[in-house]
């Protein structure tokens, strides 16, 4: 229940209650164009495809701090006091169960609220009981699990993570290789709910949670979303790369003085960060495939602690291009930007079209989500796809198909019969 949740549930209440606009979900505001281009059909996509109502959503969570959604938004400081009175008894009533928790995967936090138990299986069937509980209390339908927790540390897969069984026994023996987020994404693996990852860690990007979310038919997507920076860079490196201009260089630093911020301070938890940032370039511009323009790049990525901003974040971009005749240029991006306020709706997103998709029977790793991820998770044997526009496409097409309609390839020669 930190910056980007409870953003993303005090915003859904406002929106609800008409006094905030929804701008920024594709599921709200989006539409998708369905057959020729001189047909005139462009509905929105939530009059496409059955998704969820804001009226019919229901909020809960998990955190190591106590506080209650209004008191944990208005730590996060993210919306404004005056706009958040407006739906305090809705946020007041959402108070956090006891967390799967251990510092050894976030250094930089400390908190109470924090279940006990003799081993990680033991945790995660309490984490399964909250689930079944709430269900229960509030006669809910269905329910979709979004990690929206700290970043935990840098992992790598390990044995243990290679099946079903060999990851249970390692919960079983508290091994140091099942982190937190992996205990609830198996908690809600086994309930058969949809699980989304928000954060950088890895989670259930492991070839064990893949085999329980097809088993269960959960279908699952991740991780890391992609807001501010690297949304940026991947809505200015495909239209680099599509001109066939040269990148030398792409230095890219930022500031922010959340919780966020601090946790990502710690070495071991940035690791994973810059993990996810950096690989996004590689994929975007295929050295392999244009290795003058971009096999030399020199790609750095910083990010800075800076409590004065708090979660208002400022990146800086200086990308250093090469033109015709080899001529250098340079290309500087100023952004100053609120990483929550990007964050929240696509959190709504996400749960929407994971709901959509588990009632369409789709399970796994769902690919055409990765339009919200820095490291979108992909199938073994592909490489992720990054350019924005791609995913959009691929997005839109999903749902066309799951609605019976043609697929758009934008060939459009018919035009011209
Ligand atoms: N805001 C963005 O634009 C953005 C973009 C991409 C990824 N993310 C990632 O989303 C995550 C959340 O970001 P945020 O800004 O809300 O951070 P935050 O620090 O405000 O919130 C994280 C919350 O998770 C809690 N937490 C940590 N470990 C937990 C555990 N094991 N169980 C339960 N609760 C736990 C913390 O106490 C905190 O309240 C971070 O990992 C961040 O890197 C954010």
Same mark, same amino acid.
């Given at each position: 229940?930190?910056?980007?949740?409870?953003?993303?549930?005090?915003?859904?209440?406002?929106?609800?209650?008409?006094?905030?606009?929804? %701008?920024?979900?594709?599921?709200?505001?989006?539409?998708?164009?369905?057959?020729?281009?001189?047909?005139?059909?462009?509905?929105? %996509?939530?009059?496409?495809?059955?998704l969820?109502?804001?009226?019919?959503?229901?909020?809960?969570?998990?955190?190591?701090?106590?506080?209650?959604?209004?008191?944990?938004?208005?730590?996060?400081?993210?919306?404004?006091?005056?706009?958040?009175?407006?739906?305090?008894?809705?946020?007041?009533?959402?108070?956090?169960?006891?967390?799967v928790?251990?510092?050894?995967?976030?250094?930089?936090?400390?908190?109470?609220?924090?279940?006990?138990?003799?081993?990680?299986?033991?945790?995660?069937?309490?984490?399964?009981?909250?689930?079944? &509980?709430?269900?229960?209390?509030?006669?809910?339908?269905?329910?979709?699990?979004?990690?929206?927790?700290?970043?935990?540390?840098?992992?790598?897969?390990?044995?243990?993570?290679?099946?079903?069984?060999?990851f249970?026994?390692?919960?079983?023996?508290?091994?140091?290789?099942?982190?937190?987020s992996m205990?609830?994404?198996?908690? &809600?693996?086994?309930?058969?709910?949809?699980?989304?990852?928000?954060?950088?860690?890895?989670?259930?990007?492991?070839?064990?949670?893949?085999?329980?979310?097809?088993?269960?038919?959960?279908?699952?997507?991740?991780?890391?979303?992609?807001?501010?920076?690297?949304? %940026?860079?991947?809505?200015?490196?495909?239209?680099?790369?599509?001109?066939? %201009?040269?990148?030398?260089?792409?230095?890219?630093?930022?500031?922010?003085?959340?919780?966020?911020?601090?946790?990502?301070?710690?070495?071991?938890?940035?690791?994973?960060?810059?993990?996810?940032?950096?690989?996004?370039?590689? +994929?975007?511009?295929?050295?392999?495939?244009?290795?003058?323009?971009?096999?030399?790049?020199?790609?750095?990525?910083?990010?800075? +602690?800076?409590?004065?901003?708090?979660?208002?974040?400022?990146?800086?971009?200086?990308?250093?291009?090469?033109?015709?005749?080899?001529?250098?240029?340079q290309?500087?991006?100023?952004?100053?930007?609120?990483?929550?306020?990007?964050?929240?709706?696509?959190?709504?997103?996400?749960?929407?079209?994971?709901?959509?998709?588990?009632?369409?029977?789709?399970?796994?790793?769902?690919?055409?989500?990765?339009? +919200?991820?820095?490291?979108p998770?992909h199938?073994?044997?592909? +490489?992720?796809?990054?350019?924005?526009?791609?995913?959009?496409?691929?997005?839109?097409?999903?749902?066309?198909?799951?609605?019976?309609?043609?697929?758009?390839?934008?060939?459009?020669?018919?035009?011209?019969?």
């Amino acid at each position: 229940m930190g910056a980007v949740s409870t953003t993303f549930i005090a915003g859904a209440l406002l929106i609800r209650k008409g006094l905030a606009p929804s %701008i920024g979900s594709l599921t709200e505001r989006g539409t998708v164009r369905l057959g020729k281009r001189n047909e005139g059909r462009s509905p929105l %996509i939530k009059d496409f495809v059955p998704l969820a109502s804001l009226d019919d959503l229901v909020f809960g969570a998990w955190d190591i701090f106590e506080e209650n959604g209004f008191e944990a938004a208005t730590t996060a400081g993210v919306i404004e006091p005056a706009l958040l009175e407006q739906v305090r008894p809705e946020l007041e009533a959402i108070r956090p169960w006891a967390a799967v928790f251990d510092q050894r995967y976030v250094k930089r936090l400390m908190g109470t609220n924090v279940k006990q138990g003799p081993n990680k299986r033991d945790l995660a069937e309490q984490v399964r009981a909250d689930i079944r &509980a709430f269900k229960q209390e509030h006669g809910l339908d269905r329910l979709v699990m979004i990690w929206c927790g700290s970043t935990e540390i840098f992992m790598t897969p390990a044995p243990e993570h290679e099946s079903i069984a060999a990851f249970e026994a390692a919960m079983d023996s508290n091994a140091e290789s099942i982190s937190s987020s992996m205990v609830y994404a198996y908690a &809600a693996l086994k309930e058969g709910i949809p699980y989304a990852n928000a954060a950088p860690n890895l989670s259930a990007d492991i070839p064990a949670l893949d085999r329980l979310a097809l088993d269960n038919g959960s279908p699952v997507a991740g991780k890391d979303l992609k807001t501010g920076q690297t949304l %940026i860079k991947t809505i200015v490196a495909p239209g680099l790369k599509a001109r066939l %201009i040269g990148v030398a260089g792409w230095y890219s630093t930022n500031i922010l003085g959340n919780r966020d911020g601090e946790v990502l301070d710690d070495p071991e938890s940035f690791k994973t960060k810059e993990e996810s940032k950096k690989s996004v370039l590689d +994929y975007i511009l295929q050295p392999e495939l244009y290795p003058d323009l971009y096999d030399d790049l020199c790609h750095v990525v910083r990010i800075n +602690y800076y409590p004065p901003r708090g979660d208002n974040k400022e990146g800086w971009d200086n990308i250093d291009l090469v033109g015709w005749l080899g001529y250098p240029m340079q290309l500087k991006i100023n952004f100053l930007c609120r990483d929550s306020i990007l964050a929240a709706p696509i959190v709504l997103d996400l749960v929407r079209f994971l709901d959509l998709a588990k009632r369409a029977g789709m399970s796994g790793v769902q690919e055409w989500l990765s339009f +919200y991820f820095k490291s979108p998770a992909h199938a073994p044997g592909l +490489y992720p796809e990054h350019d924005l526009f791609i995913q959009l496409m691929k997005l839109k097409n999903t749902l066309r198909f799951l609605r019976g309609e043609d697929l758009i390839t934008h060939l459009g020669l018919e035009y011209y019969d």
